[in-house]
């Protein structure tokens, strides 16, 4: 077998300085967002200068970040940051010409970057020189492991029990929702993980692997090698789904994250109210979010083809419904038109929505 | 958009020897048998002692090339070879030890090196040197267009017509049902080609993309992007299918095909006889072959999560059936059970089967 690494982030108490430039969103600024929600590491400030003097609380309740508008006022502040993280996932994963030299700026300033873009931050020479310079590291997060190996099958643990969270769209909040159910699966009093496949998740963790950066023929197989990691960190093994199955640029990632894993379960997460695709390319032709019952069953039928599952509760991201009272009729409509256990483990407690998922996946006829 | 450059054979009038040292089976050796049945440039011996003084005739009846017992040997023929062609594509694309001193022996003696496999011969330093010295090339196949586009949803030419072979397992023929429709295709007097996305069927193509070795976030786009180079090629653009939907290792890049290509047709190739999976890392666990009906019904179905395809025809692989008598009354059942046009394009004529074919695409609502 050939050597393979796990990432892993080396430095568990750093303060984070995210970089965002311009392009602050719940939406676009996902890697941002994930951090904040649920890095272990402090976020220290955002790097935004169109934000300049705000503050994250106001689109993110509860979560004190200010905004800064120069890496300057970043370093000055009481507590300065140690990293700083490129804050968006944009397709295609290429770095904003204009942030070249923040990023350049950053490394003089001993600064570690973050990186979870396709294009590698340490291949380039005018960085790697900046960062030899000064001794900054730079972490490329969508590096994959050296590792060539196909599938070859390999049966879960005795007593782990594999969920992976898939969605009807890309962008849902399939790691949220992994995170929460993993951390209620903790407060349960079980052993759980999740198994970060994709950059911010691993950030979060400290572990894990950028599955959409692997090579196709091997990315079966490096998820079920990155399951059986997981299976020894937990006996209840929660892997963030990556994409939509019906995702016209992302779907070849879903079914290799569906194979390979060989879940016991699933766990559907949708959007109620969004009503397309997450795909810009082509305003003029329509890509509709799918059905949720025939898309559960057809997610059943295409986990099948190599191991048996059972997608055994929704996860609604309900952002956007306003009230919670009408988050929780919609909560309730979703669950009477599927006939599975529902919930918006972010929004509300996810205890409930772990509850169900723990009852019937130890009913599942495989476990 | 990034730069992005197809891989291309090349010299068109070369002579192969292709080396399969130790594994020359029809299965095995994929790449030896399809440049043998397929390739424009002659074959003129196969490196293989365990099989010295014999020929392939023997296991591919009409088909003249003697196997040889050393590069020496084939050095001293007639006409002897200017390139080393790697004949096999074993799981995992790696190397044989033993046929490192081949390799060098064959760059020494100035012969280009052409290799299909997952390990570029070109970034060994060894083999580099060797080349360099020598003046000799080594071309390897997989390496992967650099481009990191996602799919963008681009429509297909009015009046080009795109058709995928998809399967029930790999290794079954798919790429041969594409080149044997091409041609028949041709023969009809239409404008039609073969999109290569193997590495096989880039040696005999000259064109191509080894898709297997893509960025899994950037499969479906480039496969969009390399069916819009067929376009460019032709009208009746037949792509060469890879792996199986249903596959344990290999159903991610499957997806990928049917996704990134947005095929209006598909051709299901199947063997009758084979129970099993091409899968030899679980032979305690049972990998079924699917059930055709069912098989066919869910790839109309996945397709249709992004375009709208229909399978239009069945190509069957009659190989492990001896008398053709036999072959004709498993084709006519496969015809009766599935509704669908059914033949085997490679050992009868393929005319019947792509005029049955040009039909029905014609006749579908969305060409």
């Known amino acids: 077998m050939a050597a393979a690494r796990l990432q892993s982030v080396p430095t568990p108490d750093r303060r984070l300085l995210v970089l965002t430039e311009g392009q602050f969103a719940v939406h676009d600024a996902k890697t941002a967002i994930g951090l904040i929600r649920y890095g272990r590491e402090p976020v220290v400030a955002v790097l935004d200068s169109t934000k300049a003097g705000r503050n994250v609380d106001e689109f993110l309740p509860g979560h004190d970040v200010p905004f800064v508008a120069s890496l300057e ?3 000055a502040l009481p507590e300065p940051p140690d990293a700083l993280v490129i804050g968006i996932a944009p397709t295609g994963g290429r770095l904003p010409d204009a942030w070249r030299s923040t990023i350049r700026d950053a490394l003089a300033a001993r600064l570690d970057v973050l990186s979870g873009l396709h294009q590698f931050l340490g291949d380039d ?7 030899a310079a000064s001794g900054a590291r730079i972490v490329d997060y969508r590096r994959p492991p050296e590792r060539m ?14 969920i992976l969270t898939v969605a009807t ?7 949220s929702a992994a995170l929460e159910l993993a951390a209620a699966a903790r407060s349960a009093g079980h052993s759980a993980c999740m198994v970060p496949t994709g950059q911010t998740g691993m950030m979060i963790e400290g572990w894990g692997v950028a599955v959409d950066r692997l090579v196709s023929d091997f990315l ?12 020894t960190r937990a006996d209840w093994v929660i892997v963030e789904g990556q994409g939509s199955l019906d995702h016209p640029a992302y779907s070849a990632v879903t079914l290799g ?6 879940p016991h379960a699933m766990v559907m997460v949708h959007k109620p109210g969004l009503l397309e695709h997450d795909f810009e390319h082509r305003p003029d032709a329509s890509y509709p979010i799918a059905d949720l019952p025939d898309f559960i069953a057809l997610h059943e039928r295409v986990a099948a083809l190599v191991r ?12 956007l419904i306003a009230d919670d009272r009408d988050a929780r009729r919609q909560i309730e409509a979703t669950a009477a038109e599927t006939g599975l256990p529902c919930d918006d483990p972010v929004r509300f407690d996810a205890e409930f929505l772990w509850s169900d998922i723990e009852a019937a996946v130890e009913a599942l006829p495989w476990v």
């Open 220 to 231: 079966n197989g490096t998820v079920e090698w990155l399951v059986e990691q997981g299976e």
């Open 125 to 131: 020479p005018e960085f790697s020189a900046a960062a």
């Open 149 to 162: 190996e196909t599938a070859v099958g390999r049966p879960h643990g005795a007593n782990k029990r594999v």
């Open 73 to 75: 006022e970043a370093l």
């Open 169 to 175: 769209d890309c962008a849902l909040g399939k790691m």
């Open 257 to 262: 994250l569906i194979h390979g894993a060989t």
């Open 308 to 319: 048996p599952s059972k997608v055994v509760a929704v996860a609604l991201n309900t952002s």
